[in-house]
């Protein structure tokens, strides 16, 4: 028997498929876009809710998307600022 019936077939490739290649790389350039937006998305999803309830406009939580200096701006208004919602009794 030759050596070639106890390797697998991938084993017995000298050099890989490229098209394969090409396919696991798409995949995953796809999967890691999807959880950068939903790394992005589900803060300012969060943060707007808190606006909303709070009483302040909702579209304020966009301000989140400035870099370095948005997400403190954004807690700032939210721990220092005057609630518009007011206190419920």
């Known amino acids: ?10 084993a017995l490739q000298t050099k890989p498929d ?3 290649l090409a396919g696991l ?3 995953g350039c796809v999967f ?6 939903l790394a ?5 999803f969060c943060f707007w809710r808190i606006f ?5 406009n909702g579209a304020m939580a966009l301000i989140w998307l400035v870099p370095v200096i948005g997400p403190v ?5 939210l721990a220092f600022g005057t609630w518009p919602g007011g206190q419920r009794s």
């Open 1 to 10: 028997m030759s050596l070639a019936a106890f390797l697998p077939l991938a």
């Open 18 to 20: 490229e098209a394969a």
């Open 25 to 27: 790389m798409a995949v």
């Open 32 to 37: 890691w876009i999807f959880l950068i937006l």
């Open 40 to 44: 992005v998305a589900f803060p300012i």
């Open 52 to 56: 909303t309830k709070a009483g302040f």
């Open 73 to 77: 701006v954004v807690l700032c208004i």
